[in-house]
């Protein structure tokens, strides 16, 4: 990894910088935080994945266990990005309550997408990988 640059993004469990390599850079706040998004990169990359439903998904280009960052790819809208809130394969984090107040809140901020967020939701899911955290600054059309 080289040199750090703009920030382009942040939130409560970690931030992203652009780098000298045209690579986006998240560091982590919390190592199981790391572990998580590093375990869906490495699902992405392990079963070719580079876009779901038409929305470019970043490639994993390096990582850090010692500094719990991610190197990956910038891409462009449409696009899907952050998987710290994602899960693999078994039982999800969430209660079922937690799970119907997200559904109905994101089914708000999607409005008119919301069917198109729903098939992107579903093709993920045959990767074996639930998305946790939809929001437009995740799953940008645009």
Known sequence: MELIEPRLGWGQDGEVYSSNRRTAVKGFR?????????RIYERLRDRGVTN???????????????????????VQ????????AAYLDGQSPFTPKELRDADR???????ADWPQVQSIRAAFRRFG?????????????R
């Not at 190592?31 to 998004?37: I, L, T, W």
């Not at 809140?105 to 409005?111: E, P, S």
């Open 77 to 84: 809208p449409p696009f899907v990005v952050d998987f710290v």
């Open 105 to 111: 809140q994101a089914r708000r901020r999607f409005g």
């Open 30 to 38: 919390y190592p199981e935080q790391y572990r998580q998004e590093l």
């Open 129 to 141: 990988i639930h998305l946790g955290d939809l929001k437009p600054d995740n799953i940008r059309f």
């Open 52 to 74: 779901v439903e038409g929305f470019a998904v970043p490639q994993l280009i390096s990582f850090s266990p010692e500094f719990a960052v991610i190197e990956m790819e910038i």
